[in-house]
Nanobody, 123 residues
Framework: QVHLVQSGGGLAPPGGSLRLSCSSIGRVFRIDGMGWYRQAPGKQRELVAMHTGRSTINYGDSVKGRFSISRDIAGSTTTLQMNNLEPEDTAVYYC?????????????????WGQGTQVTVSS
């Protein structure tokens, strides 16, 4: 079985920095897009950053210039560096990946989500 395991996050003051990491665990045939979404209380889940299978990177408008996503050479781990944090960045952050598991009969890309990590920006 394939899982996404997240680490990092926590509490930071306004203007501070935090880092999130996410790794895929299990046997995979291919990983296409890999990135991050977040959900604040009472709000819909929104895109933070996505590293696509073709090495294109997309950022949500509210984090452009402050957050940076990277991906390891193997393509199975992604890191989100969050700088100049604002209170509005407070949310649960979810890792997301588009994966074809090893042994898949359909060879269709499937959506996988991490367990979620709380990020709180407060003085």
């Amino acid at each position: 079985q394939v899982h996404l395991v997240q680490s990092g996050g926590g509490l930071a003051p306004p203007g501070g920095s935090l880092r999130l990491s996410c790794s895929s665990i299990g046997r995979v045939f291919r990983i296409d897009g890999m990135g991050w979404y977040r959900q604040a209380p009472g709000k819909q889940r929104e895109l933070v950053a996505m590293h696509t299978g073709r090495s294109t990177i997309n950022y949500g408008d509210s984090v452009k210039g402050r957050f940076s996503i990277s991906r390891d050479i193997a393509g199975s781990t992604t890191t989100l560096q969050m700088n100049n944090l604002e209170p509005e960045d407070t949310a649960v952050y979810y890792c997301y990946a588009q994966i074809i598991p090893t042994g898949s009969r359909s060879m269709n890309v499937e959506d996988y989500w991490g367990q979620g990590t709380q990020v709180t920006v407060s003085s």
